[in-house]
């Protein structure tokens, strides 16, 4: 009997995510990132809007860039570093962005969040300052239904607050123990400079 190759072929692989190793085995080759990551590995963060690439729901880091999890097959992520908003947490707390999206109200149903998360920390990675436009820009591809989006404007702009101050704070001791050093160092005079001889050479009259 002919052997005839399988409509739904399966694959095991790797998945680092969050810093950690995840095997994936006997999956079906064309299962999306966004599935692998919620039925398979239990990491419902990532939520599943539309399924083709049009609400940011589900988006997460892979390898530092941005994309939509429902549309990247898991399989061609093996390899790659994926990151996300379970991974977003610092030592087991909110990440500033996830406090600052609750505190300034953009958290309504919070279907939305976790992609808004990620699309803001991805935006703060590699704009330390972006203006309110580019802000809106980069939140133009995850859909809320339920906040305006006021609350996540005003968030990014809190966070941006938070964290130039903490930049300020960490560096404001830095530079006080430099000025602090700066004084204890005794200014050695130029040679001659006060002694009886230079006196002496412009005749007293200095
Ligand atoms: S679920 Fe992926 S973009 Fe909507
Ligand atoms: S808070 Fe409900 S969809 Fe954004």
New binding site residues.
């Given amino acids: 009997m002919l052997d005839l190759p399988s409509e739904h072929p399966a694959t095991s692989y790797v998945l680092h995510v969050n810093g950690a190793d995840r095997p994936v085995t006997d999956a079906w080759i064309g299962e999306s990132l966004l599935y692998v990551l919620r039925e398979r590995l239990g990491l419902a963060g990532a939520k599943d809007g539309c399924s083709q690439g049009e609400c940011g729901a589900c988006n997460v880091q892979v390898d530092g860039r941005l994309v939509a999890s429902c549309l990247v097959p898991a399989a061609t992520a093996a390899g790659s570093e994926v990151r996300t908003v379970e991974g977003l947490a610092v030592d087991g707390e909110p990440s500033d962005v996830q406090r600052a999206l609750a505190e300034c109200g953009a958290?309504?149903?919070?279907?939305?969040?976790p992609g808004m998360a990620m699309t803001v920390h991805d935006l703060l990675e590699g704009n330390h300052a972006p203006s309110e436009l580019e802000t809106r820009q980069a939140l133009c591809g995850n859909l809320?239904?339920?906040?305006g989006y006021r609350g996540v404007l005003d968030a990014v702009n809190e966070v941006i607050a938070g964290r130039e101050a903490a930049s300020e704070a960490a560096s404001a001791p830095a530079q006080e123990s430099a000025e602090a050093d700066e004084a204890r160092i005794p200014h050695q005079a130029a040679p001659g400079a006060g002694s009886v001889q230079a006196h002496l050479q412009d005749g007293g009259m200095a």
Wanted: include cysteine; charged fraction near 10%; aromatic fraction near 10%.
């Fill in positions: 958290v309504q149903c919070g279907f939305c969040i809320c239904r339920c906040s």
